[in-house]
């Protein structure tokens, strides 16, 4: 038994150079605890926790505790505090805040469910099939509304540098000539079509136009 245990020991728990003794590194789930909370983290808030850790240990010998765990999103809002002296409590979030007091990962991650062309039930669906967090239809509503305000901006300032350069590219400088892909556009059953048109010197897009039948 005893051979046993200090198996166990050597190939769990790691000795610095000190003698003093620390976790592993090395974390192997159980059985029971695969359905536990995850979220999704920024490599400032992970060195921002170390920082806390760190300056804590300065201070007192006590270990971290969590208190409470919330998710917000897929960001994980956690209260730790300090075993020997409760007033060392600290709340630290998986996420960095934006200038707008917002987390950085759920737009991130908005940010790539709207680029993606994704439907909003398959992102119900991923999300909440792998357990990782899940913004509420209300903020991803506000996020689209704001994205939409400033995908059209960047849209409109980009068609008017490609018609401009496009006329620049003619030496008469009195006209353009375009490439339509309308008759690719449409299929036998499509409702809808977005017409694209490109200068004919540059290949930079000019205009797009959604059109339905």
């Not at 694209?196 to 000019?206: D, P, Q, S, W």
Request: charged share 25%; aromatic share 8%; hydrophobic share 30%.
């Amino acid at each position: 038994m005893e051979e046993i245990l200090d198996f166990w020991i050597r190939s769990n728990v790691n000795v610095s150079r000190d003698g003093s003794n620390f976790p592993s590194s090395y974390l192997q789930v159980n059985k029971g605890d695969v359905d536990q909370k995850l979220c999704i983290t920024a490599e400032s808030s992970l060195l921002n926790l170390c920082q806390i850790c760190e300056a804590h240990t300065k201070m007192c010998t006590g270990n971290f505790r969590f208190i409470k765990k919330t998710m917000r999103g897929h960001v994980m809002s956690v209260r730790i505090q300090c075993t020997k002296d409760k007033s060392h409590s600290y709340l630290w979030s998986s996420s960095p805040y934006l200038s707008n007091d917002e987390y950085l990962v759920n737009h991130r991650i908005n940010h790539g469910f709207v680029s993606s062309g994704m439907l909003p039930s398959h992102y119900t669906r991923f999300v909440n099939g792998s357990g990782i967090g899940c913004i509420d239809w209300s903020l991803r509503k506000k996020f689209i509304s704001t994205y939409k305000e400033s995908v059209e901006t960047e849209y409109k300032e980009s068609i008017k540098t490609a018609v401009h350069e496009e006329i620049a590219s003619n030496e008469d400088l009195d006209g353009i000539n375009i490439l339509t892909d309308a008759r690719h556009g449409w299929r036998k059953n499509a409702k809808d079509s977005s017409i694209v048109a490109i200068g004919e010197n540059l290949h930079k897009v000019l205009d797009c136009v959604h059109v339905t039948k």
